[in-house]
Every structure is written in C-alpha cells, then in structure tokens.
Nanobody, 122 residues
Framework: QVQLVESGGGLVQAGGSLRLSCAASGRTFNGYAMGWFRQAPGKEREFIATTSWSGGSIYYADSVKGRFIISRDNAKNTVYLQMNSLKSEDTAVYYC???????????????WGQGTQVTVSS
C-alpha cells in the first residue's frame, strides 16, 4: 500500500501562485508514475499533469500547459505541482495519484490522496 497526503492548497487571488505537495509513505515510492488530477464542483475529475518515476516523461493537460509545473523528489518521496498564473477556473479539489506507467487516465493509478482544496478568487 502507498499512502498519499496532499498539502499546500488554499485561497489565492487570480494571477497568483500556489505549490501543492504530495507526500508518499508505505510501500516504496520508486517506480511509480505520479499524477495530479482535479475536480471542480459539478464536474468530473480531470487529468492535470503526470511524471514518470525518473521525471523523463512529463505530460500536461492543455488547460494548464505553460502555467503549471510538475516535479518530484524521489529522495523525499514527494511530488509537487507548482501552479502559476492561477485563474478562477482552476478552482477545484486537487488530488495526487500513484501508479504506472505514466498515463493521463485515472484507471492507470492505483493509489489516491484525499485531495486538497484550491480556490482562486477573481
């Protein structure tokens, strides 16, 4: 089992930045692709970004490309999501997930965090 705990969410003004963290514990973190997803009120959960274990393969949703950056520190068993130029439409609960191989599909991920709320005020 892998336990994932997100942190770093909060309230920010449009145009601002936040950095989310996702700390993994339990089974080894090594080898897992890590992804970020989000779910806005009344909408389905959607893919945001994913990184392979090595960081050599990274993909972003078009909606966040150029604004968000996913990274990971395997020594700390932590994956990050740097969110810049935030917009009101980025308001959602953000989830991290672990699985493999690197994928934009929810079904590819075996473990999920509990989510952290990000609210962007306009």
């Amino acid at each position: 089992q892998v336990q994932l705990v997100e942190s770093g969410g909060g309230l920010v003004q449009a145009g601002g930045s936040l950095r989310l963290s996702c700390a993994a514990s339990g089974r080894t973190f090594n080898g897992y692709a890590m992804g970020w997803f989000r779910q806005a009120p009344g909408k389905e959960r959607e893919f945001i970004a994913t990184t392979s274990w090595s960081g050599g393969s990274i993909y972003y949703a078009d909606s966040v490309k150029g604004r968000f950056i996913i990274s990971r520190d395997n020594a700390k068993n932590t994956v990050y999501l740097q969110m810049n130029s935030l917009k009101s439409e980025d308001t959602a609960v953000y989830y991290c997930a672990a699985g493999g191989p690197v994928s934009m599909r929810e079904a590819s991920y075996d473990y999920w965090g509990q989510g952290t709320q990000v609210t962007v005020s306009s």
